[in-house]
């Protein structure tokens, strides 16, 4: 059965900023509280999803059975009326394509170690039975210790009679889907991986696509002749691997197999390329089983059973968490603070909190976020919507209309009981509307072809293809509306652990008074950056009324108050932010950072890109024709320490990744910085 809301997620997590979004879902930055593990969350709405809902279903099945070091690793499924969480580890090194735009291109050592990384992970998936159908450098994301991870297993396929069987359904992303395919044709999907792992390589060793173009019929062409320019610095080796793995005819192609220790993959080290997992799937761990039986107070017998049944419910991210931190050295233990091993935790007072309150998120992201008396407009909490700093704002403002629809959509849903894990029993009609990047999947869902129309390929996964429309907002400055009005709110501080019961009370009071209230955290990064930006820009967005608190005033109002005291006394920075040199930070050979700011203000209005400011941040979108946000980024002015010169800093948040370089090179070139 679904949970009802979002109080099952926030009972074992605290949500922060959104770190990524992609066709289907936004993904936040969250942390397990009992193991204090810093985890991504994959949020994705049902409502949104329509057809989709079967992809999700294969992605979440796809990752129970992947356990490997180089795939992303799945913790935790949470279903609610509306929605689906995937819990999953964190990768906090951001996507390849970031890594390869920001470094232009890679050399061939250090494209080597990622592409055997690359092998590593696509050996076992296909192992496993499964093609994964879409990989590319977005897919790719780097982990703490600069390993890749392979994640989006939306599209991939398990074919029954194994993976030497044809698959039909064209799917992917045109820029790196095989000839094959592109061309409707029955393919295997093994093979077609390792076309797209050629254009993979390609992108690393030259920093651009081996086949591109903005119009998809001279794309497909370009990708059925198999023809590509070699540039300059590309060695024999690369160049002789390359169109061995970008064979038109995919029997000519070389397989996963033959590249595990294909002599540009050996070259510089002395075995092939290690793919068998590190950590088999159904291992269990004896000093993770007894931290969990002593906080859990239950016996080892007990736990080792629960572990074992792999529901992917708390108990699975619980250990799998305390394995991961074992892995890394670090301590098996659990927090002994928190709320869900204190003996005054009352689950009969949680499914009141469940009755009485609701976290809810529209389709751009968090509606406005209550904690006592504070109110943050949603994008304090979330990046969807273009862009307004993370500044509180008064209580009683909010809420939209569209709140209320969702959750009684949510509420009639539940009244149906309609939940993609329930109601698998029909397939969907295709709605040709609905998706930009997977028509059918055939081969995973077993459905007959409605349309005939299995062969033809999506639209590239462009900004032009971005599924929601974004209503164009105001930017108004707010730079006063920080209040705290609660003497409750300063009251709990410090308390937190003490008195947890009469804190639930007071939750359960609030919210009765206030209606539905939401909790807003911060990752701690993001704090600290949130302070800073006190007297900017506020988007006063559609007024919303009746938002609440949700509960869990524990965490919550000790995080707000600690957010904003300082924010106070701060006040608005006066200079840029001085950092290390990183990978995504385009050096400048200028000292006065508010001479390029001004040259970067300069220049976005010529390139159609729309900003707001803040301080010395320039959050960027582009809109298509119809006001669809495309493309969404980050460029902040800053001095790097050594040497002192400004530097740039880019993040992409949303929109397709190429056309994304694109565009910041030509700001930053016109810029002339
Ligand atoms: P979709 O299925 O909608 O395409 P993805 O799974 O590709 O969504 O996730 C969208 C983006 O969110 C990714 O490109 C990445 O930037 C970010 N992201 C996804 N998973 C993680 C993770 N485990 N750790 C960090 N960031 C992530």
Redesign the pocket.
């Known amino acids: 059965m679904p949970a009802e809301n979002t109080s099952e997620l926030l009972k074992h997590y605290e949500v922060y900023e959104t770190?990524?979004?992609?066709?289907?879902?936004?993904?936040k930055?969250g942390r397990h509280l009992l193991t204090g593990e810093k985890?991504?969350i994959?949020i994705?709405v049902k409502k949104d999803l329509g057809d989709d809902l079967a992809r999700v279903k294969i992605?979440i099945e796809a990752m129970k059975n992947l356990s490997h070091q180089h795939v992303?690793r799945l913790y935790h499924v949470i279903e609610t009326s509306s929605k689906i969480y995937m819990v999953?580890?964190?990768?906090?090194g951001?996507?390849l394509f970031d890594y390869i735009i920001a470094k232009d291109r890679l050399s061939e050592e250090e494209t080597r170690v990622f592409f055997r990384q690359i092998i590593s992970a696509l050996a076992y998936v296909h192992s496993q039975g499964y093609a994964h159908r879409d990989l590319k450098p977005?897919?790719l994301?780097i982990d703490e210790d600069q390993n890749l991870?392979l994640?989006?297993f939306?599209l991939c396929a398990k074919p029954k009679g194994g993976l030497g069987y044809e698959l039909m359904t064209c799917c992917g992303s045109p820029a790196y889907a095989a000839p094959e395919l592109i061309q409707g044709k029955a393919y295997i999907g093994s093979e077609a991986d390792v076309w797209s792992m050629g254009v993979l390589l390609y992108a690393l060793l030259c920093g651009f696509l081996p086949f591109d173009d903005g119009n998809c019929m001279v794309l497909y062409r370009k990708i059925t002749r198999g023809k590509y320019s070699n540039p300059q610095w590309l060695s024999p080796a690369s160049i002789l691997l390359l169109n061995n793995m970008m064979q038109v005819d995919p029997k000519r192609r070389l397989t996963v197999r033959q590249l595990l220790y294909h002599p540009w993959v050996m070259k510089g080290y002395s075995t092939p390329v290690e793919w068998h997992s590190k950590h088999p799937l159904g291992h269990i761990d004896e000093d993770c089983i007894t931290e969990m039986a002593v906080a859990f107070k239950q016996s080892r017998h007990c736990t080792i059973q629960l572990v074992s049944e792999w529901k992917y419910d708390h108990t699975t991210a619980t250990y799998l968490l305390l394995l991961a931190k074992k892995r890394q050295g670090r301590p098996v233990r659990l927090r002994a603070e928190c709320p869900v091993l204190d003996p005054t935790y009352s689950p009969l007072l949680d499914i009141q909190l469940k009755k009485n309150l609701r976290f809810s998120e529209d389709d751009d992201g968090v509606h406005p976020v209550v904690l006592g008396s504070m109110v943050f407009p949603p994008d304090c909490y979330d990046d969807e919507n273009p862009w307004t700093p993370l500044m509180p704002k008064n209580t009683h403002t909010t809420n939209t209309p569209r709140m209320k629809h969702t959750s009684e959509t949510s509420e009639k849903r539940n009244e149906l009981g309609h939940s993609p894990f329930i109601d698998q029993g029909r397939p969907r009609p295709y709605k040709p509307e609905t998706r930009d990047?997977m028509r059918e999947n055939k081969e995973n869902l077993a459905m007959t072809s409605t349309n005939g129309d299995v062969f033809a390929l999506p639209p590239p996964r462009t900004p032009m293809c971005s599924r929601k429309a974004r209503p164009n907002r105001t930017e108004v400055t707010t730079p006063n509306n920080i209040t705290n009005t609660s003497s409750d709110t300063n009251k709990g501080v410090g308390s937190a652990s003490k008195d947890m019961s009469q804190r639930r009370n007071l939750d359960q009071q609030q919210s009765s008074q206030q209606g539905e209230l939401e909790i807003l955290a911060f990752s701690p990064e993001r704090r600290s950056r949130s302070l800073d930006l006190a007297g900017c820009k506020v988007d006063s967005g559609p007024k919303r009324k009746g938002a609440k608190v949700f509960g869990s005033l524990e965490r919550g109002l000790d995080k707000v108050i600690t957010m904003l005291t300082p924010s106070k006394k701060r006040g608005p920075r006066d200079g840029p932010r001085k950092i290390k040199a990183q990978y995504n930070v385009t050096l400048t050979s200028q000292t006065n950072a508010d001479q390029v700011l001004n040259q970067i203000l300069s220049v976005l209005p010529e390139k159609n890109v729309d900003f707001v400011q803040k301080g010395y941040t320039l959050k960027c979108h582009t809109q298509s024709d119809f006001g669809k946000v495309t493309t969404q980024f980050e460029l902040e002015v800053c001095i790097l320490q050594k040497p002192e010169v400004v530097g740039i800093r880019r993040q992409r948040l949303k929109g397709d990744a190429w056309v994304y370089k694109h565009l910041v090179e030509d700001i930053l070139s016109t810029s002339s910085i």
């Open positions: 770190i990524g979004s992609g066709g289907f879902a936004k993904v930055l985890v991504a994959k994705m992605e992303c999953l580890e964190y990768c906090p951001g996507e977005e897919n994301l991870k994640i989006d939306g990047r």
